[in-house]
């Protein structure tokens, strides 16, 4: 009888424990997920509308219609007073900032404003570019740009990538997308996934992953148009 207890006692405190534990999980990362659903939510409907609005096909001829491609943005207003990053995807516009030397606690100091061009990388449009962000942040760290990086996963092949540097307009365009396991506790670097191509301007975003993890890192190549 004291064995059942005892199992019985065990499984509520695990059971307890996880239900805990995936609510302070969800609270300490809350923005990044809601972000997450939010835009899973929104590209399901977008599906099933575009599925619903795609022209009838009488016999075999396809009744077609006049796709427009999007201009590029004009530049915001913002842009006078920093460089941006624009996601067009996520809807998500960050300012761009530089720091001096590759010291963490200065990175992540500044990250709080926004994103990072990684010190010893290239200005955008110069040659090989690295951009950091946050997929994540802990809801009492201060900062409007704790979860600018949560979608950063989702981008894909042909998706475009704005930045106003000087206020002048360039226009990217994700190649390729990878997952990696960062030195010293893996192999790689970002070099490494992405070499670097001569003065080729090359746009690296980067992030840790997945949301709420530091684990490993997500990287997103994109070439300039």
């Known amino acids: 009888m004291s064995q059942r207890i005892f199992w019985h006692d065990v499984k509520l405190f695990l059971r307890i424990f996880c239900i805990l534990f995936a609510i302070t999980f969800f609270i300490f990362d809350g923005t990044a997920f809601v972000s997450i659903i939010a835009y899973k939510t929104t590209k399901f409907f977008t599906a099933i509308a575009t599925t619903l609005s795609k022209p009838p096909q009488l016999g075999n001829i396809l009744v077609t219609t006049t796709t427009l491609v999007p201009p590029v943005p004009p530049v915001p207003v913002e842009a006078q007073k920093n460089n941006l990053l624009i996601l067009p995807e996520f809807n998500i516009t960050a300012p761009i900032w530089t720091v001096e030397k590759p010291d963490l606690k200065l990175i992540y100091?500044?990250?709080k404003l926004g994103?990072?061009?990684?010190?010893?990388?290239?200005?955008?449009?110069?040659?090989?570019?690295?951009i950091i962000g946050h997929s994540s942040q802990y809801p009492w760290q201060p900062g409007r740009y704790k979860s600018v990086f949560s979608l950063l996963s989702e981008l894909k092949v042909g998706d475009k990538i704005y930045l106003y540097w000087d206020n002048k307009p360039l226009v990217f365009e994700?190649?390729?997308?990878?997952?990696?396991?960062?030195?010293p506790k893996g192999n790689e670097t970002t070099e490494t996934i992405f070499p670097p191509e001569g003065k080729k301007p090359i746009l690296i975003l980067q992030s840790c992953w997945p949301v709420g993890v530091a684990y490993k890192r997500v990287a997103v190549k994109a070439i300039l148009k």
């Open 109 to 111: 100091k500044t990250l």
């Open 115 to 130: 994103v990072v061009l990684y010190p010893g990388t290239a200005f955008p449009g110069q040659g090989y570019s690295i």
């Open 174 to 183: 994700v190649t390729a997308k990878t997952v990696f396991l960062p030195w």
